[in-house]
Structure formats: C-alpha cells, structure tokens
C-alpha cells in the first residue's frame, strides 16, 4: 500500500516542474520584448537626433575650417603687400620663381559618427574653382570719363556637405568673403577685405570717401579644370601666396562702379547694403 501510494503521487510532481518551466519561457519572452521595445524606441527616437547633433558639430568644425581658410588668405596678403618684390610679377599665371608663401589647412571631411549606436561618418566634397565669382570695378572721372577698368576673375573655393541626418551645407570662399548657402538662401558670415570711409575734406561740400578694395583671386595651375576631392576622412588644403599688386587710379574722380558676378547674389547684396 506504501508504494502504490508513492508511485500514485509521482505524476503530481511531474506536473509542477513542467509548470515552473512555462513560466520561465513566459519571463525570458517578455524580456526580450521589453529589450527589443527599448532598442526600438532609441534606434527610431533618439539616435537621429543624437546622429543630428553630431553632423551639427562637425558643420561648426568645417565652418572654422573655412573661417581659417580665409584668415590665412588675409595674412598672406598682408605679407605680400609689405613685400616691394611680390609686385614685379606681372603675368597672369604666375611662376614658381616669384616669391611665395605656402601654408597648409587640414580639413575635417567627415564626422557626426557615435561609438556603439551609430558608426558611419557624413561626408563633404572640397573643390577649387567649382563656382565663377567675378568682380568688375570701373572709375569715372567727374566728365564720366572711365579712367580706370578691371575685371578680375576671382574664383572660389567651396564645401558641400553630405549628411545623411542634419540639413546640407554649402560654404563658399569667393574675393574675401565667407559665404554660408543653405536651402536656396545664402548669408555672409565673414566678410571680405572691401572697406569705405568717408574722407575729411573741409573745402567741399560734396563727401568724398576712401575705397579700399582687396581683391583676392583664386587660381590653379594653367588650364587646369576645376579640382575637388570627395572623402569622409581628413585632407589638408595647400594655400600658396604669389603675388600683390597696387593699383593708384588718381585722386580727381567722381564715380565708383563695383558689380560682383556670382552665385550668391543676396550675400552681397546685404553686405553692400551695410
């Protein structure tokens, strides 16, 4: 009677152990439901802004790129114009025999990466001369007469950002000027070496003024078409400083014409306003 009550209760204990093992597939799946739900909820709600504030940075890190581009420009020209050499040289395409300054400006191409959630690097394009940027400048004389004529073609340097989460950016050095493109408006943020003042003259009535024009031209090698690199790793720009030269059209003059030719008509137009 003993062992027939024993074996009679051996089914019971069976089904308790298969009982205690549902529940612990039914635990284990509702914990990978609550991983998988909080993974999707940061993959889907959180990393694009996390992976958006990255490009962000990385556009403020492009952006002083460009802001030293520009600076070492203006201090090579400063250099130059102190130089009584650097105006002997008078052919278009200058030589390598004419004094020069060379100065090299790293680049952060690509950036906005996050260890662990999100890896993969933004990129930019860096290119030479891609844009025509022209300046005209034409004096007249008080018989509006043209007494002094020059069109220079400046050229440009450009970056074109490639994000894959924040907005594009287009940042374009044009004759001294920083220029910020973004959706179809553009914005001078630093502006080009271009100065007016008005003169002291206490004989006339009629103002006269002090113009200043620094007009920075942008070239390559002769016939060359325009060159740009496309990376989403570091590259370095090589600035070489040739040639300065003074033009001194007279003091008897009456008109000053300044037109610039160039893709981003409101940035100057809002600077020359000023």
Not at 16 to 26: D, L, N, R
Not at 96 to 116: K, N
Not at 129 to 135: D, I, P, Q, S, V
Not at 200 to 211: A, G, L, Q, T
């Amino acid at each position: 009677m003993k062992k027939c009550n024993k074996n009679r209760f051996e089914p019971e204990k069976t089904f308790f152990h298969s009982e205690s093992a549902t529940a612990t597939v039914i635990g284990a799946v509702l914990l990978l439901g609550i991983i998988f739900s909080v993974l999707t909820i940061v993959c889907v709600g959180y990393i694009p802004e996390w992976k958006s504030d990255a490009e962000y940075s990385h556009m403020g890190d492009i952006y002083e790129d460009m802001a030293e581009v520009k600076s070492k420009i203006d201090m090579m020209s400063i250099i130059l114009a102190s130089n009584p050499n650097s105006s002997y040289l008078k052919s278009p395409n200058p030589s390598s025999s004419a004094p020069q300054l060379i100065i090299s400006v790293p680049f952060h191409m690509g950036g906005g990466d996050l260890p662990l959630v999100g890896h993969i690097k933004s990129s930019g394009s860096l290119a030479v001369n891609r844009e025509n940027c022209k300046m005209g400048i034409v004096v007249k004389d008080p018989e509006n007469s043209i007494v002094y004529y020059q069109l220079i073609n400046c050229g440009t340097i450009t970056y074109n950002s490639q994000n894959r989460y924040y907005v594009d950016q287009n940042l374009i050095y044009e004759n001294g000027a920083l220029i910020l493109d973004q959706r179809e408006q553009s914005v001078m943020m630093l502006y080009p070496s271009i100065r007016f003042s008005r003169a002291i003259d206490n004989e006339y009535s009629v103002p006269k003024y002090n113009v200043s024009i620094n007009a920075v031209r942008i070239f390559q090698k002769p016939y060359a078409p325009p060159e740009a690199v496309s990376s989403n790793t570091g590259c370095s720009l090589r600035l070489t400083g040739i040639d300065y030269r003074l033009y001194d059209v007279g003091e008897d003059l009456a008109r000053l014409e300044l037109t610039v030719y160039t893709r981003n008509p409101e940035a100057w137009e809002q600077y020359l306003k000023k």
